[in-house]
């Protein structure tokens, strides 16, 4: 399928991610969507699914948000139209849902997020705004009108009255309607409102990328957990200072000299940022497997045509350092040397798993073990 519209993904990072928006028609021709307004309801009111209704015109109030899991009476009291339907993580729960993202792993594993669909009938949106992160949209079923562009931030007026990010006095540049198959895609920031001209169904295929805040939180924190972070500050020079109140500069010296080399040490952040960016988004979705199988058990099964793939909601993800290569399945890491180390890539590069490239891996028996604990853990299942 010719997703970007004739673009190589090369052409399509370099020309428009992070830069400007960009119409494909046709980008899946011919699609149909997995699932149904009527399924998507019912996700909706499963206790682990997130999920959310948001309506424009809620007794008076402007555009409400109301978070699930819903009843199944609460959809018979909705208004006939200008509501919206969310389920976040759709991938999680429906196979042919995550097969999706496969198409877009010209991106980083860990840059993808998941897939939300929106359902929404005649006039249903959830207002004009914009969103920290890039995004595709993918008209599953039924048409949406678009309007988008201009550059938005937190300083954009908006609508009071709202839970939501809701945009008062943005226009927008451009306006498409999208029909099944038809996908725009939406750099940071863009401010963009989506419109049901019928009964639709919008997914969304979302990407993530940390703050500077979860960056300084998230590796100190790690950083705190190790053994030698409860040493002290020592001052073994400390000499007599003409005033006692005074915070020497060879005191500050020393701080940013300790913390400097905590934050120059590569190798513990690239062990923590693997293990932060695989961490599942639900806890809900990656369990350990109801019936864990023997290292035996796996051999036979991925040697007589087994289909290894992973979990809809897992991630995976490596990186290579000296002669060392970390593997990252759902935040937990493992540390391949020697001929081990090509495992990592193989495991990686989809979300099924080349099996006849695999095959050599189930002869040796560290290998074999940590296959075997993949299974076991979550990470991964035959098909």
């Known amino acids: 399928m010719d997703m970007l519209g004739g673009r190589s993904p090369s052409d399509f990072l370099r020309d428009y991610w992070q830069k400007k928006p960009l119409v494909i028609h046709q980008a899946f021709p011919g699609f149909t969507c997995p699932v149904d307004a009527d399924e998507l309801a019912g996700l909706s009111c499963e206790e682990g699914v997130e999920s959310r209704i948001v309506i424009e015109n809620d007794g ?43 198409h877009f792993r010209f991106v980083p594993n860990w840059r993808l997020d998941d897939i939300m669909a929106s359902y929404a ?4 949106s959830v207002g004009p705004h914009y969103d920290q992160y890039d ?26 009255g709202t839970p939501l990010r809701i945009l008062s006095t943005w226009q927008g540049e451009e306006t498409v309607t999208l029909e099944p198959g038809d996908m725009l895609y939406l750099p940071p920031g863009t401010g963009h409102h989506g419109v049901a001209e019928d009964d639709c169904i919008t997914l969304s295929i979302g990407f993530r990328t940390p703050t500077i805040d979860d960056l300084l939180t998230g590796f100190t924190d790690y950083l705190c957990s190790r053994s030698d972070a409860a040493n002290h500050l020592n001052d073994p020079d400390l000499q007599v200072q003409d005033n006692p109140g005074t915070i020497a500069p060879g005191v500050i010296d020393r701080l940013q000299a ?76 493992f540390l391949l040397k020697g001929d081990a180390r090509p495992l990592a890539p193989l495991l990686c590069a989809g979300a099924r798993i080349d099996m006849s490239a695999l095959a050599g891996f189930t002869d040796d028996p560290a290998l074999l073990g940590l296959l075997t604990t993949l299974h076991n853990q979550g990470s991964v299942y035959f098909e």
């Open 121 to 124: 009938p005649t006039g249903g």
């Open 258 to 333: 300790v913390l400097a080399e905590k934050l120059e040490d590569k190798r513990s952040l690239a062990l923590w940022f693997g293990q932060y960016a695989t961490t599942p988004k639900s806890l809900d979705v990656v369990v350990p497997a109801a019936e864990p199988i023997s290292n035996d058990e796996f051999a036979t099964a991925a040697r007589s045509g087994g289909q290894l793939r992973w979990n809809e909601g897992s991630r995976f993800a490596y990186h290579e350092e000296g002669d060392e290569t970390a593997l990252f399945a759902d935040g937990e890491p």
């Open 135 to 160: 995004v595709f949209l993918l008209q599953a079923q039924g048409r949406r009108r678009w309007t988008f562009g201009g550059h938005c931030d937190q300083n954009s007026p908006r609508v009071e």
């Open 60 to 102: 008076g109030k402007p555009w409400q948000l109301h978070n699930g899991p819903f009843s199944e009476e609460r959809f018979s009291l909705l208004p006939e139209q200008d509501w919206t339907l969310l389920v976040q993580g759709l991938d999680h729960w429906v196979p042919e849902i995550a097969d999706l993202l496969e």
